[in-house]
């Protein structure tokens, strides 16, 4: 895990679902962004997992995966919408 502390923020990075899971286990996250294409395991497992006031967006690279999660009823973005709508997708939150 990786932390980066912005002075008001603090990102935490994960290099696989599973680490992802442990560190939701062990700390609460106002908001998570999930690859869908991380390693170890099942990406839509995570929401399982996180607290009630939690939120957690999904972001793929890959259409299948991106049609998928948009068929589920997940928030997510593929990564050609992304750019330019940070702002956007913050105000989900």
């Known amino acids: 895990m990786n932390s980066v502390n912005t002075g008001k923020t603090i990102l935490s990075f994960a290099d696989s679902v599973q680490r992802a899971g442990d560190m939701i286990d062990y700390q609460k996250f106002d ?4 690859n869908s294409n991380a390693p170890g395991g099942d990406i839509l497992k995570l929401k399982e997992r996180i607290s009630d006031d939690g939120k957690i967006f999904f972001l793929s690279s890959n259409d299948s995966d ?4 948009k068929k589920s009823g997940e928030l997510c973005f593929h ?6 709508k940070f702002e956007e997708l913050l105000s989900y939150a």
């Open 31 to 34: 908001i998570i962004f999930a």
């Open 66 to 69: 991106y049609e998928n999660l």
């Open 79 to 84: 990564k050609y919408d992304i750019n330019g």
